[in-house]
């Protein structure tokens, strides 16, 4: 549904705007994550949104309080969407997921995040996984 409401919105905003949108080239992600201790979150949103990607992309950032949000990274000052923090870390910032992992990661501009071995908000250990789970294009 989110897909369809999206393709939509593109079609719309290439007849308006004239804006030129590249075949084959995925506007964003439907992320899961996992980990072995039980943590699971769905719908995490890589890429564009609802919106659309010039006002609103997003990717996953570890908030303290929080856990895994998704923040719009087109911001200035790029915050938790909860709790208004501004120390939140992007995945694939070492301080929260393994840099040696990185050959099997999730990417987003200049954003690119292993798809394992990432900061659980749960047991605080680096074994989150992010898988794709839907290819918005
Ligand atoms: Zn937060
Ligand atoms: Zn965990």
New binding site residues.
């Given amino acids: 549904m989110k897909v369809t409401f999206l393709k939509k919105w593109l079609i719309a905003s290439e007849e308006s705007t004239g804006f030129e949108i590249k075949k084959g080239v995925g506007m964003g992600y439907s992320c899961n994550a996992n980990?072995?201790?039980g943590?699971n979150q769905d719908g995490i949103t890589v890429g564009a949104g609802m919106i659309g990607f010039e006002r609103q992309s997003q990717f996953p950032h570890y908030c303290e309080n929080c856990g895994v949000v998704e923040p719009n990274v087109q911001e200035q000052e790029i915050a938790c969407p909860s709790c208004k923090s501004k120390t939140i870390i992007a995945y694939g910032n070492e301080m929260v997921s393994k840099q040696n992992e990185l050959h099997d990661s999730i990417q987003w501009g200049k954003y690119k995040m292993p798809c394992n071995g990432n900061l659980?908000p749960?047991?605080k250990?680096l074994?989150?996984q992010f898988k794709i789970a839907k290819l918005f294009d």
């Fill in positions: 980990c072995e201790c943590f659980c749960k047991c250990r074994s989150l």
